[in-house]
């Protein structure tokens, strides 16, 4: 079976091709803000016409292309997914599953768009080199390029190019991927997620992610005392316009590079812990967690937020799907109240309360351990 992943990796564009790249960028958010507010004002006028579908839009999008002329600047295919990505936001919000589309503003320094695949071969507007050190993007050209690994000459469907507030210009290739289906071991786990350690598992064994080295907190604390001490200063010097201080300036790129260095270290840290469960076992059972909810808890929302719950949920269920493992989520309900030996429910205890003994089988629990105990056993009952 086929699936699609992908490769990211990070452009080179010199200041002629940023340029393009930015130029590209903008078009596309301004073609997304004038369909938004078509469709608004259409639906505000008439509210029993019928929606406008994906290919109505292209439609008038050559329409809008004779109007502004400097449209034609930007990648055609870039302009398409712009409408396409709305009319998707649109359809999710028809089903109740996203709030109404937003418009984008100009000022965002965080610019993306995506092209589609035309051609084949060497006549591809998306092509790498012989040694992959260059790749080929339309409007472009050729630029330097480093992929987080190596790309196997599997068919491309599309690229995002992607801009940030730290300077850097990344690109994700999605390419069609052929699913391997890793051995069975015929062992099962279940996972309780928690702050300090990510990923407790039933067996006893704890996971952290040890690759996020607690000296980039550090470094991120010191350089932004920096720079709150550099507004101040600036503020009193020049007023309103203290944003254009070159010194501020350079404080704020090297702030968002290490904040950038250290979701890169997070985001390594969860594939290796991922890769490691989908290898040992071939039933995974997780709690069912509405992050979104307990992150309106302001006394752990940053913790939450560092631990990556959702991320590891996201990286755990697609690379089950795509090895032919199986990933079970659970309710959460009473799992760290549970003794998992009698199944007494002992009734909430606070957070600092680490290990407790059972009142009926005098089991001695840790508090996560236990939880995750419980998880298997649910996800097992399901099965």
Known sequence: MKSYIGLTGRIYPHDDQKKVIHNTAHHCRFVRNEFLSLLSDRYKHNKNAQFLSYYSMNVLLTQLKKEHV??????????????????????????????????????????????????????ANIRFNADQSKIHLPKVGWLRVHLSRRYEGQPIKSITVRTSTSGYYDISVLVEHENQVLPKTGKSIGIDVGLIDLAILSNGEKLNLLSVSQATYNKIRKEQRKLSKLIVRAKKK??????????????????????????????????????????????????????????????????????????????????????????????????????????????????????????????????????????????????
């Not at 704020?252 to 840290?269: E, F, I, P, T």
């Not at 937020?305 to 799907?321: D, G, I, M, V």
């Not at 629990?365 to 995750?372: E, K, M, Q």
């Open 70 to 123: 400097w449209l034609r600047q930007a990648e055609s295919s870039a302009l398409q997914n712009s409408l396409k990505m709305l009319h998707d936001t649109f359809q999710k919000f028809f089903k109740k599953q996203c709030g109404y589309p937003q418009f984008k503003k100009r000022n965002n320094n965080n610019l993306s768009y995506t092209s589609a695949i035309r051609g084949k071969g060497d006549k």
């Open 238 to 383: 020049h007023g309103k316009n203290w944003q254009h201080v070159r010194n501020i300036q350079k404080q704020r790129m090297l702030v968002s590079r290490l904040h950038k260095k250290l979701s890169n270290q997070r985001r390594d840290g969860l594939h290796k812990i991922t890769k490691y469960l989908i290898e040992e076992y071939d039933v995974i059972v997780i709690e069912d967690l509405s992050v979104r909810n307990m992150m309106k808890n302001h006394n752990l929302a940053r913790s939450i937020a560092n631990a990556s719950w959702r991320l590891f949920r996201t990286f755990l269920e697609y690379k089950c799907k795509m090895y032919g493992k199986t990933v079970i989520s659970v309710p959460p309900h009473y799992t760290s109240t549970t003794c998992s030996t009698c199944g007494l429910n002992s009734g909430s205890k606070p957070l600092t309360i680490r290990e407790w003994t059972c009142k009926q089988c005098n089991t001695l629990h840790d508090r996560d351990i236990n939880a995750s105990i419980n998880i298997l056993n649910k996800g097992l009952a399901v099965v």
